[in-house]
């Protein structure tokens, strides 16, 4: 290799290595790192001036307790307002055992009934939920038992109105009653399906 030769390749390498070298100053300028005048944004501590509140950071915002979302209890649901329990005394034992016709297929509704594709109704207002003698219950039912879940006016006026939104994962697949008339009616039948009726709500 003639000296011509080297000079060219050694050039090359040097002005590459110049153009490597000028790129990288170049990128430094433009994306210069700038610091905030004010890092974060101000969280107001009740009881200290505006002034001398805390810095949110990252890890303070991430540990903030959020607002917590209301839920009903299990026995007295949001359905605790609902008109149907001040319908109850006045409607009559036989419109109920009428509604309830649209139930026999799948309960029983005598005392010492025998368990059919649901448990017997007989003695099931303000009973727990999922503890029917010898019945096969869902755990979904059994959860919402153990978690509190008792069969109350309100609890039961909410589950016949939409059993899965009641109890989601139930295995009962009954749509509900719509009407108010109607559950006020089966509800007057269910509490006097007992040695001692229940008190009217």
Do not use: Q
């Not at 430094?28 to 002034?51: C, K, L, Q, S, W």
């Not at 917590?68 to 026995?75: R, V």
């Not at 005394?89 to 649209?102: F, I």
Request: proline residues 8%; hydrophobic residues 45%.
């Amino acid at each position: 290799m003639d000296s011509f030769e080297f000079n060219k390749i050694a050039g090359a390498v040097l002005f590459a290595v110049l153009v490597v070298f000028g790129l990288g100053l170049l990128s430094d300028f433009i994306f210069e790192g700038r610091e905030a005048e004010a890092p974060g944004y101000i969280i107001e501590v009740a009881g200290a001036p505006a002034d001398e509140a805390p810095m949110a950071t990252p890890e303070v915002a991430a540990e903030a307790p959020g607002p917590e979302p209301a839920m009903a209890a299990p026995g007295t649901s949001a359905t605790a307002a609902s008109p149907v329990l001040a319908m109850i005394g006045d409607m009559a034992v036989d419109d109920g055992k009428k509604v309830a016709k649209k139930c026999i297929a799948c309960h029983s509704f005598d005392e010492g009934g025998k368990n059919k594709v649901g448990p017997p109704l007989w003695g099931i207002l303000n009973r727990m939920a999922g503890t029917g003698e010898g019945f096969r219950y869902s755990d979904a039912m059994k959860s919402f038992g153990e978690n509190g879940g008792v069969w109350d006016y309100a609890a039961l006026d909410g589950f016949l109105v939409d059993p899965k939104g009641k109890v989601p994962k139930t295995k009962m697949s009954f749509a509900g009653l719509k009407k108010e008339k109607d559950r006020a009616a089966i509800l007057a039948y269910l509490r006097i399906l007992a040695g001692k009726p229940a008190p009217l709500p």
